[in-house]
């Protein structure tokens, strides 16, 4: 607008008095409109702080089903295969672990498995799953899982063997969960491309989930600099 109107006319202040027509403009703000930002409140003070390792303060999420070959077979028949991820509320690293079933005994195992390779954590967040009772079938079994009385105790019995705190997120508020959220929506993208429509074995899909957890803890947790000394970021897992 303002260099077609130069092209006859020079008028002063001419940048002011094109964006003040262009903000008052009503159809202009049909087109773009500004879209509303939230008040965010401000983070915890254990996403904050900095801990004295990785996974002191931590959250796990499921996410699956993911079909899996039984053996290398080409016709071999596929089982259900799911994937729990455990996040550092301060680094953004992931860890991720491969269950084969939702049984309580193979959470106990792949939360066994986190502590023995990460260390024993302080505080452990998770969904307490009433935002799965409203979804889809496969997902209904992660919901009576997580929210059964007996995988509550069992949990609780285990966590209190290794000094753990566990913390649920209030009912219906998924956004409480973010990091998790996040990881498992990074990690479903890897997945996605990696995997397509191919059935892998456990074998495979362990060491393809390995390597998926290599490359997200390779993020940098800074925005690169322009420095030319400063060329390389530190990633999650350093």
Same mark, same amino acid.
């Given at each position: 607008?303002?260099?077609?109107? +130069?092209? $006859?006319?020079? =008028?002063?202040?001419?940048?002011?008095?094109?964006?003040?027509?262009?903000?008052?403009?009503?159809?202009?703000?049909?087109?773009?409109?500004?879209?509303?930002? =939230?008040? !965010?409140?401000?983070?915890?003070?254990?996403?904050?702080?900095?801990?004295?390792?990785?996974?002191?303060?931590?959250?796990?999420?499921? #996410?699956?089903?993911? !079909?899996? %070959?039984?053996? &290398?077979?080409?016709?071999?028949?596929?089982? %259900?295969?799911?994937?729990?991820?455990?996040?550092?509320?301060? $680094? %953004?690293?992931?860890?991720?672990?491969?269950?084969?079933?939702?049984?309580?005994?193979?959470?106990?195992?792949?939360?066994?498995?986190?502590?023995?390779?990460?260390?024993?954590?302080?505080?452990?967040?998770?969904?307490?799953?009433?935002?799965?009772?409203?979804?889809?079938?496969?997902?209904?079994?992660?919901?009576?899982?997580?929210? &059964?009385?007996?995988?509550?105790?069992?949990?609780?019995?285990?966590?209190?063997?290794?000094?753990?705190?566990?913390?649920?997120? =209030?009912? +219906?508020?998924?956004?409480?969960?973010?990091?998790?959220?996040?990881?498992?929506?990074?990690?479903?993208?890897?997945?996605?491309?990696?995997? #397509?429509?191919?059935?892998?074995?456990?074998?495979?899909?362990? $060491?393809?989930?390995?390597?998926?957890?290599?490359?997200?803890?390779?993020?940098?947790?800074? =925005?690169?600099?322009?420095?030319?000394?400063?060329?390389?970021?530190?990633?999650?897992?350093?």
């Amino acid at each position: 607008m303002l260099a077609n109107i +130069r092209l $006859t006319y020079w =008028p002063i202040g001419g940048r002011r008095t094109a964006r003040k027509v262009a903000h008052a403009c009503i159809t202009c703000f049909k087109i773009k409109p500004k879209i509303l930002e =939230p008040i !965010m409140g401000n983070l915890p003070k254990l996403r904050v702080n900095q801990p004295i390792r990785s996974f002191e303060n931590a959250g796990v999420d499921y #996410a699956g089903p993911i !079909m899996m %070959k039984i053996n &290398s077979r080409r016709n071999s028949p596929l089982q %259900k295969a799911y994937v729990c991820i455990f996040v550092c509320l301060a $680094t %953004k690293a992931v860890h991720i672990e491969l269950v084969c079933d939702l049984a309580t005994d193979a959470f106990i195992a792949a939360l066994t498995q986190f502590v023995s390779r990460r260390g024993k954590c302080k505080n452990m967040y998770s969904d307490n799953g009433t935002n799965f009772v409203g979804a889809n079938r496969k997902l209904r079994k992660l919901a009576q899982l997580v929210t &059964s009385t007996a995988h509550k105790e069992r949990v609780s019995n285990a966590i209190t063997l290794k000094e753990i705190t566990w913390h649920f997120i =209030p009912p +219906r508020s998924p956004h409480f969960g973010g990091l998790w959220e996040a990881a498992v929506k990074a990690m479903k993208k890897h997945l996605n491309r990696t995997v #397509a429509n191919s059935h892998f074995t456990y074998d495979e899909l362990y $060491t393809t989930l390995t390597r998926i957890e290599s490359c997200l803890n390779s993020r940098p947790l800074t =925005p690169l600099s322009n420095d030319p000394s400063q060329w390389r970021g530190v990633g999650s897992s350093e």
